[in-house]
């Protein structure tokens, strides 16, 4: 192994602070005994400040409407193949309450950018879950105000996931039509001081993205103080502009999820499903070098098939009930357990 890789890695394990040219040197191990360095490091500052438990979120996509138009994304509006629905509110409150009664601690609430649900609308939804189910909720539902997002936090949403997606700021503009990264990022510092937990992430692989992007995306999100990451490949739907390019590798998103745990020591940093699509155990390959969480989908069995955001989703066929065990299953197979608790975000449990 080269002296500077194991010592970066150690130095990355302890201090949990890299600079960019470091960042970039770790993220390309050279042999296989440098990444298995590099994904025990990982491991063993996961366990340090999360401990052995994998939080558990319920997601329901209750709307596969979009009005934006990202480039990588199946949902896009310009995608006139996809079959669109919303569930109705009573239905989404339904499946919460079945996902509560599984055990459920945490509903993410998660759709396209889909004006329809209006905050009051979604306000009564939160209000309804919060006052008859014991669980924490996350929004997952794109760029909406300021006044919008205090409003949601109001009616009791304890949590918001909004991906930077990537730190290139040329590629982000090249990737989503009429957005842009100024406005995405002042929505996350808007949620942070709004009093929300906040998830951000990257996507792993996009067409022209570099290792040194990579990087960029990992130190924005520890400047952010992001309390959650969300790191995934990127799969390619034919019916996007850009589905002909190749899809993110599992090596390269691990490697991306272990330099992320390495740097933000105590936050949660999902298993996504993306990463359990291109690989039938890439879930469990990601809790075993950072990861602390996974997101089974508890979305009513008839819509699954519809929120193809990307192609070949795992579980389209599979009911809420049969999720929530074979993910338990999997947790287990690999010597962890499901934690028990909202899983609220970790640094303010340290900090009593
Ligand atoms: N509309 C909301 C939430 C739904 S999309 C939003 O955009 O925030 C949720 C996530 O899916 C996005 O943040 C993006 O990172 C991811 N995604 C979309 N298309 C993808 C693809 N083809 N491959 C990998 N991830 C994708
Ligand atoms: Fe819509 Fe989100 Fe897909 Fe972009 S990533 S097209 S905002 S669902």
New binding site residues.
Partial sequence: MREKFVQLVDKAATNHELTKDELVYVLQPETDAEKNLLFKKADEVRKKYCGEGVHLRGIVEFSNI?E?N?L????RKDNHKLNRYRIPDDEIFETAQKAASLGYKTIVL????DSWYTTERLCEIIRKIKKHLDVAVTL????RSYEEYKELKNAGADRY???H?TANQTLYKRLHPGMSFNERLKRLNWLKEIGFQVGS???IGLPYQTIEDLADDILLMKKINVDMA?I??????KA?PIGNFPA?TLDLTLRVVACARLLMPDIHLPATT?VGTIDPYGREKALKCGANVVMPNITPQKYRKDYE??PNKICIGEKPEHCRGCIQKRIESIGRFVAEGYGHRIRSSLQG
Avoid: D, M, V, W
């Fill in positions: 979009c934006r990202c990588y994304c199946g949902l998660q759709s396209g950018e997952c539902i794109g760029e996931l909004l991906k997606e992430g990257n996507i969300g995934g490949p990127f799969i390619p739907h996007t993110g993306a955001i990307y």
